[in-house]
């Protein structure tokens, strides 16, 4: 069997360990993840916390995460935003970019569109992106910009709409412009 079929077995198994109900077994594949996972390890990694685990294997998973170097991290979690099963933890996928320090500039568009349709948790993910990121696309960030401002003027939450205001002001800061 080629090495690479064989650690793809080995990975298999362990994000089943992952999603065990023993305690024990999930940290050890987290041990495992941390040594030799990859990109495709963000998935098991975001169901797993779906699980409501226990505390320690949920603070393992989430440091996991916030240090994700992996090539096609930004993809794999991109995706997982739009996946409606792990939609009770599209906040923690929100915080990996911006603890994880992701260069998540293609997706600006995204990020907006949750902070707008979003809750107030998943909106503060979303301005702390917009704020960490080194570069937006200048195009992005005026169409962004307008979506904000709008969103903005329509929020009757008033702590959400704060949030939407912090970052309408990012990008203005960004841009060089103001209303």
Same mark, same amino acid.
């Given at each position: 069997m080629p090495e690479s079929t064989a650690r793809k077995q080995r990975m298999d198994l362990t994000f089943a360990a992952l999603l065990s109900d023993d305690d024990a077994a999930a940290l050890t594949a987290l041990t495992r993840i941390e040594e030799q996972g990859d990109a495709r390890a963000i998935g098991p990694l975001l169901t797993a916390l779906t699980r409501k685990?226990? /505390?320690? *294997?949920?603070?393992?998973?989430?440091?996991? !995460?916030?240090?994700? &170097?992996?090539?096609?991290? *930004? /993809?794999? !979690? $991109?995706? /997982?935003?739009?996946?409606? =099963?792990?939609?009770? *933890?599209?906040?923690?996928?929100?915080?990996?970019?911006?603890?994880?320090?992701?260069?998540?500039?293609?997706?600006?568009?995204?990020?907006?569109? $949750?902070?707008? %349709?979003?809750? =107030? %948790? %998943?909106?503060? %993910?979303? !301005?702390?992106? *917009?704020?960490?990121? +080194?570069?937006?696309? +200048? &195009?992005?960030?005026?169409?962004?910009?307008?979506? !904000?401002?709008k969103a903005h003027a329509n929020e009757s939450d008033p702590y959400k709409g704060a949030m939407l205001r912090d970052a309408v002001l990012a990008l203005e800061g960004r841009l060089g412009v103001s209303e």
């Amino acid at each position: 069997m080629p090495e690479s079929t064989a650690r793809k077995q080995r990975m298999d198994l362990t994000f089943a360990a992952l999603l065990s109900d023993d305690d024990a077994a999930a940290l050890t594949a987290l041990t495992r993840i941390e040594e030799q996972g990859d990109a495709r390890a963000i998935g098991p990694l975001l169901t797993a916390l779906t699980r409501k685990p226990a /505390a320690a *294997v949920e603070q393992r998973i989430t440091s996991l !995460l916030y240090q994700v &170097k992996a090539a096609d991290a *930004v /993809a794999t !979690l $991109i995706q /997982a935003l739009d996946d409606p =099963a792990l939609r009770p *933890v599209r906040r923690t996928a929100l915080a990996t970019f911006w603890n994880a320090g992701l260069d998540a500039r293609d997706h600006l568009d995204r990020f907006i569109a $949750i902070a707008i %349709e979003g809750d =107030a %948790e %998943e909106c503060f %993910e979303c !301005l702390t992106i *917009v704020e960490n990121q +080194e570069l937006w696309p +200048e &195009k992005a960030a005026r169409l962004g910009l307008a979506r !904000l401002r709008k969103a903005h003027a329509n929020e009757s939450d008033p702590y959400k709409g704060a949030m939407l205001r912090d970052a309408v002001l990012a990008l203005e800061g960004r841009l060089g412009v103001s209303e």
